[in-house]
T-cell receptor
Framework: QQKVQQSPESLIVPEGAMTSLNCTFS??????FAWYRQHSGKAPKALMS????GEKEEGRFTIHLNKASLHFSLHIRDSQPSDSALYLC????????????FGKGTHLHVLP | DAAVTQKPRYLIKMKGQEAEMKCIPE?????VFWYQQKQSKELKFLIY????????QIDMVKERFSAVCPSSSLCSLGIRTCEAEDSALYLC??????????????FGEGSKLTVL
């Protein structure tokens, strides 16, 4: 059974800090990867996605993928209090039909 | 932003009662996913539809739930006999890429079920 593990479970950082969130997956055939953010009481919303090894940067957010080590990460530069939320990593599994499963999430708190 | 509509936003059921939640996917999206979220934690995969056909679902859904997408503009998730453990936020999401691009899932606000 495919598994997606996230670490840490929760994280508290000061405003302006660099935040790093991690996700590991068990299925080496997984092809597509993404990070979602869910503010309290709101719907999850996609932040970034990636499908090839390497890095992708959008504004303060960088996603890094290493398929060989079954690992991808999200880095937030200059963290802001508004970044405080639940961060969920997502992995797409399948060949012709893609099922998307999520990790358990990391609760991020950015202190002003 | 894509708009996925879920109704009702809140429902309260007694143990043993039936519950039904509806989802209107974003127009043109071919895939619909249902997830269960308890206490603002992980999204637990329940069932996945592609072009209105169920392609994958967990055992719990097969045994106690009923899920259909009778049209491309309406899907529903039902619980035949509610149990306390079913209390959760049920999130529906739709995707134009059938899950191929993991970052293309658009979520509704969810239906929060409380079972007393």
């Amino acid at each position: 059974q495919q598994k997606v593990q996230q670490s840490p479970e929760s994280l508290i950082v000061p405003e302006g800090a660099m935040t790093s969130l991690n996700c590991t997956f068990s299925d080496s055939a997984s092809q597509y990867f993404a990070w979602y953010r869910q503010h309290s009481g709101k719907a999850p919303k996609a932040l970034m996605s990636i499908f090839s090894n390497g890095e992708k940067e959008e504004g303060r957010f960088t996603i890094h993928l290493n398929k060989a080590s079954l690992h991808f990460s999200l880095h937030i530069r200059d963290s802001q209090p508004s970044d405080s939320a639940l961060y969920l990593c997502a992995v797409s599994i399948g060949t012709n039909a893609y099922k998307v499963i999520f990790g358990k999430g990391t609760h991020l708190h950015v202190l002003p | 932003d894509a708009a996925v509509t879920q109704k009702p936003r809140y429902l309260i059921k007694m143990k043993g009662q039936e519950a039904e939640m509806k989802c209107i996917p974003e127009k043109g999206h071919t895939a619909v996913f249902w997830y269960q979220q308890k206490q603002s934690k992980e999204l637990k995969f329940l069932i996945y539809f592609q072009n209105q056909q169920p392609l994958d679902q967990i055992d719990m859904v097969k045994e106690r739930f009923s899920a259909v997408c009778p049209s491309s503009s309406l899907c529903s998730l039902g619980i035949r006999t509610c149990e306390a453990e079913d209390s959760a936020l049920y999130l529906c999401s739709s995707s134009p890429t059938g899950g191929r691009d993991t970052g293309q899932l658009y979520f509704g606000e969810g239906s929060k079920l409380t079972v007393l």
